[in-house]
């Protein structure tokens, strides 16, 4: 497929999706230090409080930075003009945005599993440092890596779609880190009935049970696919016709 | 090879391109003039697929851009003189275009070595002058073999070296058998160039005729230009 080719070579060509990566890394690094290190034995010594620090510091992290990824894709493409020799060369927007999506969310999956699977990792080290151990199971483990690669599947694809309705990358990268880091967490405490289908509440659902979420693995992951693709096909259908300066 | 047929582009109730028609022929290359704001690269886009027409249609090679299999092929094209990624090299940008294409990489090194940008290519184009992201547009533009180049103010930021360049690229283009669209403010430069003149003027086109006939021997395309859009020369808008 040669718009696959073409995309692939975009991202490999210059060093974004490395540096998106790294900063990955580094936030998950602090975040485990804060939590893992910084709290007392009392409050990180079961595995419950284990797998919600982890839900937090590894697989939410790895979510937003699969929707980053997914928004920049597109945004860059305005940010520097690329989208105009590209639509010269293959004028099929919907081929473009088809071909981004199945980089982007093969991409996002990576991030955030590899997230999880990173703070899992480093946890376990600190934890083993402490003299304390990882309580987690394999299942709740493989759980919590799959599930964040299903849900970074799910936010790369609605990053995508929200960087190729506003175009413009500062306030998509900016309203992506408000929405997940503020917002969500306002409506959790708010109108916690609605924030369980926000995609934030999904994504966690499918990598750990907590509070005010959906229980069960599949609903929350057929959930965000929903959401994910609503979104998609609603700013595709726009993309389209809109007109490109 | 395109024919424009009353093209119209209306932006919020004010006609931007009102009822445009022309042809452009084999072999020759056609200047697009016309003051600041008049419509030109409104005009290019649509002829692009860029910017979808309120009215009218463009055919390149006889179909509408979106049924061309290979469009490429057919219509290559530089709107913008900075569409570049800045941390791409500039052979990188000419490789994620040629996979679009099908395109071979050897392909790629002809045309950077016909641009001139054969030891930059290899440099991230961030670093390049403007004149070489001219030459880079252009070999873009080239990929694919079209046969029509539709060019936005090729000319704007070259020196004249490159001005000569550009220009000789043009025509061995058209004699070739291609042709050659171009915008541009720099009339004594079209002179030298162009064989046909389209003028447009506050969206209407206002001439369309070969170089000769709209300019007499020893005349001046500017005064010609100058008799035809006075009433709203200096005026931008
Ligand atoms: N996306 C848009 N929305 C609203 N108005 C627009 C848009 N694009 C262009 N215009 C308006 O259309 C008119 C024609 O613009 P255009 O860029 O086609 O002119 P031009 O002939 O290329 O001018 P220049 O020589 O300065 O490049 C201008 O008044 C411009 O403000
Ligand atoms: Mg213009």
Redesign the pocket.
């Known amino acids: 497929m040669s718009a696959i080719a073409s995309e692939r070579l975009k991202l490999t060509s210059t060093r974004s999706t490395t540096w998106l990566a790294v900063s990955l890394i580094g936030i998950v690094t602090l975040a485990a230090v804060v939590h893992i290190l910084g709290f007392e034995t009392a409050m990180v010594d079961d595995a419950t409080e284990q797998r919600s620090i982890l839900t937090d510091i590894g697989v939410s992290m790895g979510l937003v930075f699969a929707a980053i990824s997914g928004s920049l894709a597109i945004t860059s493409e305005f940010r520097h003009g690329t989208i105009r020799p590209t639509l010269l060369k293959n004028p099929d927007r919907i081929s473009l945005l088809n071909v981004k999506l199945a980089t982007q969310s093969l991409i996002g999956a990576a991030l955030a599993a590899a997230a999880a699977a990173y703070a899992i990792g480093l946890s376990s080290a600190f934890l083993g440092a402490r003299g304390l151990a990882l309580e987690l199971d394999g299942g709740q483990i493989a759980r919590l890596v799959i599930g964040a690669g299903i849900g970074g599947a799910g936010f790369a694809v609605a990053g995508l779609a929200l960087g190729a309705l506003v175009r413009n990358q500062v306030p998509v990268v900016v309203g992506l880190l408000i929405w997940t880091l503020f917002i969500e967490n306002l409506l959790r405490a708010g109108v916690p009935s609605i924030a369980r289908f926000a995609p934030g509440s999904l994504g966690r659902a499918i990598a750990a049970p907590g509070p005010g979420q959906f229980d069960g693995l599949l609903v929350a992951a057929v959930g965000l696919t929903l959401v994910a693709a609503a979104g998609f096909a609603a700013t595709r259908a726009i993309f389209i016709h809109r007109?490109i300066? | 090879m395109a024919d424009v047929v009353r093209l119209t582009k209306r932006?919020?109730g004010?006609t931007?391109?009102d009822d445009v028609s022309f042809r452009v022929h084999t072999g020759t290359i056609t200047g697009f003039l016309?003051?600041?704001?008049?419509?030109?690269?409104?005009?290019l886009r649509m002829m692009l697929g860029l910017a979808t027409p309120s009215v009218g249609t463009v055919a390149i090679d006889g179909r509408p851009l979106g049924e061309l299999s290979e469009p490429w092929r057919h219509v290559g094209a530089v709107l913008e003189s900075n569409d570049f990624h800045p941390a791409r090299t500039g052979r990188d940008h000419l490789r994620v275009l040629a996979r679009l294409c099908d395109i071979d990489d050897a392909r790629v090194d002809v045309l950077l070595d016909l641009v001139g940008l054969t030891a930059a290519g290899r440099r991230q184009v961030g670093g390049y002058s403007l004149g070489m992201r001219q030459r880079l547009g252009l070999a873009a533009a080239m990929l694919g073999e079209p046969r029509l180049l539709i060019l936005?103010?090729p000319t704007n930021g070259l020196d004249p070296v490159g001005v000569r360049w550009m220009r000789e690229l043009m025509r061995s283009f058209a004699d070739a058998g291609g042709a050659v669209l171009m915008?541009s403010?720099l009339l004594a430069e079209a002179q030298h160039t162009v064989d046909q003149v389209l003028i447009?003027d506050q969206?209407r086109l206002i001439a369309d005729a070969p170089l000769g006939e709209l300019v007499p021997p020893g005349g001046d395309l500017e005064d010609a230009y100058l008799d035809l859009v006075t009433g709203t020369a200096g005026a931008v808008?």
């Open positions: 007109d300066n | 932006y919020r004010a931007v391109v016309g003051p600041n704001g008049a419509g030109k690269t409104t005009t936005d103010e915008s403010h447009i969206g808008r």
